[in-house]
């Protein structure tokens, strides 16, 4: 039997979870459920799923195995899931009617957010959506200063 790429994600991601604990704060904590470098984890995997930066057709074949297709798939919800967040608080209204859309960034993105990681070893522990968007900043400089 095969599972859908969404329903392992979702298995995935809800088990890595199972098991943590809250620790008392300090002042100056800020609680962290998803870090950078368990992202970029998961991010590596991403360019399996997504040959030459975009999803891939419905007909085309990929060749991946189920390890790196769960990782990039939940690397992939997560980024559209702060995405989502964020346009979410750009329109508050609860009514509203939904319009789809598609990130044609999310190639140089990733690669820009697992070379922020990299090169700061330091920030590893940190929210992996604080240096997504240290790395959304970069994308964006790199996307205005191009004629």
């Not at 368990?38 to 360019?47: K, T």
């Not at 939904?98 to 990733?110: R, Y």
Request: aromatic share 6%; with cysteine.
């Amino acid at each position: 039997m095969r599972l859908p790429i969404w329903l392992l994600t979702a298995i995935f991601v809800s088990t890595s979870m199972c098991g943590q604990t809250q620790t008392e704060l300090k002042k100056g904590d800020r609680p962290v459920l998803m870090s950078a470098q368990r992202l970029a984890l998961l991010c590596e995997d991403w360019g399996s799923l997504h040959p030459n930066g975009r999803r891939p057709k419905d007909d085309e074949v990929i060749r991946a195995s189920m390890k790196q297709a769960v990782r990039a798939e939940a690397c992939d919800a997560y980024i559209l899931g702060i995405y989502d967040a964020q346009l979410e608080g750009m329109f508050p209204s609860r009514h509203y009617h939904p319009v789809a859309s598609q990130t044609d960034f999310m190639k140089q993105l990733i690669d820009t957010f697992l070379k922020c990681v990299k090169d700061h070893p330091e920030k590893q522990d940190f929210a992996a959506s604080t240096l997504l968007m240290e790395a959304k900043k970069i994308v964006n400089g790199a996307q205005a200063a191009q004629p």
